[in-house]
T-cell receptor, first 113, second 111 residues
Framework: KAGVTQTPRYLIKTRGQQVTLSCSPI?????VSWYQQTPGQGLQFLFE???????NKGNFPGRFSGRQFSNSRSEMNVSTLELGDSALYLC????????????FGPGTRLTVT | QKEVEQDPGPLSVPEGAIVSLNCTYS??????FMWYRQYSRKGPELLMY????GNKEDGRFTAQVDKSSKYISLFIRDSQPSDSATYLC???????????FGAGTRLFVKA
């Protein structure tokens, strides 16, 4: 079974631009969660989607948004990029209940200049 | 105070040593506990998953949960240089879908 895939793997953007990252979950998984990982803050939860609905949201500004499609694929968008948005963005998928194990993709490394 | 505390290390041990990694937490509502291993420039890989107090063993890895002390541990027996990575503890409550991670402990196993 294929794992979680994320595209693109690397991205360089300029301050003020916007960016869209994509995540394809493991086949059969309906939940997708997004995380930001930085050396200073570690892994921080952004939001979680299940059946195209956002079920939970972390403490990030509204510039960070996401959505999920009917095939469970998910995208996250960051608008008006800031230097501090440079990070590894990870998505993880699971079957969807709170007891289910969560599996991560390789991440998208975003650099904002 | 963070909900999950984990010593970032680094922790350096000789090959073959027993490694002990630990996390403490403050939220008694956490019921599901995980350990992930993350190699440099890769995504975290799920190692162990438990949802009760006690021990769970898988090969060279043993996860231990003590809910009364709000303390979880991961033991690695016969450590190998390939175990060199960052180990992240993570936990979740029964009521939400947000997983809280520790800062991660950087482990070096020297040949």
């Amino acid at each position: 079974k294929a794992g979680v895939t994320q595209t693109p793997r690397y991205l360089i953007k300029t301050r003020g631009q916007q960016v869209t990252l994509s995540c394809s979950p493991i086949s059969g998984h309906r939940s997708v969660s997004w995380y930001q990982q930085t050396p200073g803050q570690g892994l921080q939860f952004l939001f979680e989607y299940f059946s195209e609905t956002q079920r939970n949201k972390g403490n990030f500004p509204g510039r960070f948004s996401g959505r999920q499609f009917s095939n469970s694929r998910s995208e996250m968008n960051v608008s008006t990029l800031e230097l501090g948005d440079s990070a590894l963005y990870l998505c993880a998928s699971s079957l969807g209940t709170v007891r289910d194990e969560q599996y991560f993709g390789p991440g998208t490394r975003l650099t904002v200049t | 105070q963070k909900e999950v505390e984990q010593d970032p290390g680094p922790l350096s041990v000789p090959e073959g040593a027993i490694v002990s990694l630990n996390c403490t937490y403050s939220n008694s509502a956490f019921q599901y506990f995980m350990w992930y291993r993350q190699y440099s420039r890769k995504g975290p890989e799920l190692l162990m998953y438990t949802y009760s107090s006690g021990n769970k063993e898988d090969g060279r890895f043993t996860a231990q949960v003590d809910k009364s002390s709000k303390y979880i541990s991961l033991f690695i027996r016969d450590s190998q240089p390939s175990d060199s990575a960052t180990y992240l503890c993570a936990m979740r409550t029964t009521g939400g879908f947000k997983t809280i991670f520790g800062a991660g402990t950087r482990l070096f196993v020297k040949a």
